[in-house]
């Protein structure tokens, strides 16, 4: 089954606790992209990568960091979390070898930080 | 840049209503047209597409029209369910191969 899959799905932690939230595809996509999800401001992108070794940051990039080692993984660190940061996270990925370009998310991380 | 701008939600109806939810987008060019749906809990998935101006895609009763005079691409159903209480994103494709975001609407059907 072509799938995104994210984990963990919840997580509580405290201010300054590096965390690592793991996402994984399994269609051979190229494109990845880190969403956050925020009330009334829809989805704003952290960061994409186009492919293995080629990221780029997208409207928030601001305390997070991601890797792309290799084409299923794309993992986003957070190396000092803040409370600013609790939200709702989704990763994405894409090819552009189809016509629809459509995007495939994962199930969501709700983070917490206190 | 390009932009995309959705009404503001929830919007509340009762089951069997018609529903319409306005997108109009701002872009260079002709732009692909989106509209995604997340059920509670859930992250988000592609409810309907269209690729071109006068294109009209479809999915689950609900359609939208690519409208390049009026650059708009509004979502509307003629029946809806409680189950279609969701939140909904416009979205449109730019140059760079990204989606562009509306802030969504959330959608709540009463019985």
């Known amino acids: 089954e072509a799938q995104v899959t994210q984990n963990p799905r919840y997580l509580i932690t405290v201010t300054g606790k590096k965390l690592t939230v793991t996402c994984s595809q399994n269609?051979?996509?190229?494109?990845m992209s880190w969403y956050r999800q925020d009330p009334g401001l829809g989805l704003r992108q952290i960061y994409y990568s186009m492919n293995v070794e080629v990221t780029d940051k997208g409207d928030v990039p601001e305390g997070y960091k991601v890797s792309r080692k290799e084409k299923r993984n794309f993992p986003l660190i957070l190396e000092s979390p803040s409370p600013n940061q609790t939200s709702l996270y989704f990763c994405?990925?894409?090819?552009?070898?189809?016509?629809?370009?459509?995007?495939?998310f994962g199930p969501g991380t709700r983070l917490t930080v206190t | 840049g390009d932009s995309v701008t959705q009404m503001e939600g929830p919007v509340t109806l009762s089951e069997e209503a018609f529903l319409t939810i306005n997108c109009t987008y701002t872009a260079t060019g002709y732009p692909s047209l989106f509209w995604y749906v997340q059920y509670p809990g859930e992250g988000l998935q592609l409810l309907l597409k269209a690729t071109k101006a006068d294109d009209k895609g479809s999915n689950k009763g609900f359609e939208a029209t690519y409208r390049k005079e009026t650059t708009s691409f509004h979502l509307e159903k003629g029946s809806v369910q409680v189950s279609d209480s969701a939140v909904y994103f416009c979205?449109?494709?730019?140059?760079?191969?990204?989606?562009?975001w509306g802030a969504g609407t959330k959608l709540i059907i009463k019985p």
């Open positions: 269609m051979n996509h190229e494109y």
């Open positions: 994405a990925s894409w090819t552009t070898d189809r016509p629809s370009y459509e995007q495939y």
């Open positions: 979205a449109l494709r730019d140059s760079n191969y990204q989606l562009i």
